[in-house]
């Protein structure tokens, strides 16, 4: 039986059935995955077992992956996941305890519940994400996508004309600076300078225009930041209005692939004291 591709709304996510991802990839299923990731820009796996390392092996199959940030902006602590490339998208500590309220890790997660696109602060930055879920809480902790490319044709042409030549300045320490979280040494800071990317980017496969804004953006190059930042906050309270956006309710065993080019995610909230164990690997956005 072949793969089948399940669209959850006309044009944006889609349920994939019928593959065990911790087994060899074959060429046609590859194709038919990275397909429909084109197609719908998130998509769902569900009730896979997989370990770190087959997680990380599917990933490559789409892409060179990003080792995490992770490491670079924690340093002197013990990590819990021994593969640098898996982001360790969980609330537990070194020694796999749920993180204290005050744990510099755990206020740093916190930013994923901003509205973002993962690994915009990096040059490159991330192309697909693939999230697996370990342990889930009871409730809560649901994944939220917006569709950028819908929100991008949504918009007046004259917007699409002043937006369009726009490059904003991207650094996780605007994201993490909203939530005043800034408890980060130098070194830690020099590892993650701020990068540019446009406004508007093109998708290099499909060729549809999408908003490419997230709470890493801090401001428009060449623009005074306070009008810069403004029309950024415009295009993501846009770009996240109800008809943009998918709410995804994560069972335990969900592979989620999203296309960070073309959308953006934020965690919802959840008892932080309970276990949430995701993983994530993020490819690298450069020319296949
Ligand atoms: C992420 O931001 O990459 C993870 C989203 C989540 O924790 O739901």
């Known amino acids: 039986m072949g793969i089948r591709v399940t669209p959850v709304a006309h044009d944006f996510v889609a349920e994939i059935s019928g593959i065990d991802l911790a087994r060899p990839l074959a060429a046609a299923d590859r194709d038919a995955i990275q397909a429909a990731i084109d197609r719908y820009a998130v998509v769902v796996f569900h009730d896979q077992a997989l370990t770190d390392e087959q997680h990380l092996a599917f990933a490559r199959h789409f892409g060179p992956i990003h080792s995490s940030a992770q490491r670079a902006r924690h340093q002197g602590i013990k990590h819990r996941l021994a593969i640098p490339e898996i982001a360790d998208i969980s609330n537990l500590d070194g020694e796999s305890n749920v993180l204290a309220p005050d744990a510099k890790r755990r206020l740093d997660w916190l930013a994923n519940r901003l509205w973002h696109t993962d690994a915009s ?83 290099p496969t499909t060729g549809r225009k999408a908003l490419y804004v997230a709470s890493h953006a801090s401001h428009i190059v060449g623009l005074p930041v306070p009008d810069g930042r403004l029309i950024l906050m415009d295009l993501m309270e846009h770009a996240t209005q109800r008809p943009f956006v998918h709410r995804h309710r994560r069972r335990v065993g969900d592979l989620v692939i999203w296309d960070n080019r073309c959308t953006m995610h934020r965690a919802r909230p959840f008892d932080t004291t309970k276990v949430r164990d995701l993983r994530r690997v993020t490819t690298m956005d450069v020319a296949a």
Request: no cysteine; glycine share 4%; aromatic share 8%.
């Open 121 to 203: 602060f990096r040059e490159p930055a991330g192309a697909l994400s693939l999230l697996y879920a370990h342990v889930i809480p009871d409730d809560g902790g649901d994944t939220e996508f917006a569709d950028m490319r819908a929100a991008y044709d949504a918009l007046p042409d004259a917007t699409k004309a002043q937006v369009e030549p726009m490059i904003a300045e991207h650094s996780i320490w605007q994201s993490r600076g909203q939530l005043a979280v800034t408890r980060y040494t130098d070194e830690e800071r020099a590892t993650l300078p701020p990068v540019h990317h446009p406004v508007v980017r093109t998708h």
